[in-house]
């Protein structure tokens, strides 16, 4: 079942201090749905090592880079939701009054924070290490998003430029094919952010939607997106 062979069959942990960021388990809804998971997160830049079909729907192990292989850190897990989860989402759904005249307005206001703030809640990032696979990743995902019959309606993308204040970054950025026309900003300098919200991932709150970031943090700056926030 393997599709990527070992290349790096360690797996020490780098320092013997602290921990690693180990494993992340994600899922998708209706069975059907598990191959456009999976090639959307193949998409996002995860490396597929290993597909078992199941009854309930495909599981998936990916890694963050091929290095990670035979690691036990930098994974990610796809499956189907367990059909309990699947129960209490619809009972929240039903509770809350979903999609019905009813609706509890709690349900529009944490849509609309996350509309003006896809990290407001729930949400995991990958760090990208080209600026330039990152732009090419975001035209691809728009052009997907628009015309590709498993991603039409299914994918959102959101994009952060970084605060201006450093005239190298401002001139790379205003030249972006992506970012050059971008108003909106991150919470700090010298990186930028991508968000990608997708209903082929089922998390959040309300479990009806996954937020990925994909972020770029420009090289030699110590003060950057994600090491100091910025208000
Ligand atoms: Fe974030």
Redesign the pocket.
Known sequence: MALVPAKDTTNALPSPEGRAMGHLALHYGPAGDGPAAARLLTLLGLVETQMLPLPQGNFYRFVVNSGHFARGDGIVYLSALPEPQVRLIAAMHAALGIGTAQQDPAVGAYRAMLASDP?ASF?F?FLVPSLEDLEDLVLTLHDLAENDPEFRGRITITANRARRGDAAVDARLDASPVFGDCTRFAYGRNGVQVFIETDLVKAGQLGECMHF?LDYVFPGAGDHILSVVEL
């Open positions: 990290e949400h990032g970031e």
